[in-house]
């Protein structure tokens, strides 16, 4: 056999403890990065789903954000001003929600065309509005149309 250098030792790697508790250091760090290396992996092949929760996450906000700037209704105009077929779209409406929501005319506010007071049964100037208290708005005014 060859000699040593002077400053090198030769250790016996007889404890079989020792040699179990390197195996386990060295399988958990395996396991660590391999979990990392999963994790970056997982993201660079889905960009695209980062990207959908941003879009709708920013709408959301943005619809949120609508909601509470709207403007108050301009006051409605009387009905002798009204046009003819508005006129009988709101007499029609005056049967049932469901004749209004027909017409086109549901939910409507107090003053304005399709708002019957036996339609309103909370009283608080909404006729046909949604149930579970959820007051409804159409999708017009959402959208910023007067």
Known sequence: MAKLPKDWRVFARDDPADEFRRYKALVARHKTDEARRT?????????????VWCLIVTGLGLLGWRMLNLEPLPP???PSAWPAEIRAKHIAARRSCEAARAEGLAPATRG???YWPHLD???????????????????HTLLGGK
């Open 39 to 51: 994790r970056i992996r997982r993201i660079r092949q889905h960009p695209g789903q980062v990207t």
């Open 76 to 78: 409605p105009p009387p």
């Open 112 to 114: 304005y065309p399709g």
């Open 121 to 139: 049964g909370d009283n608080d100037g909404v006729a046909c509005e949604w149930s579970l208290g959820i007051p409804s708005i159409s999708l």
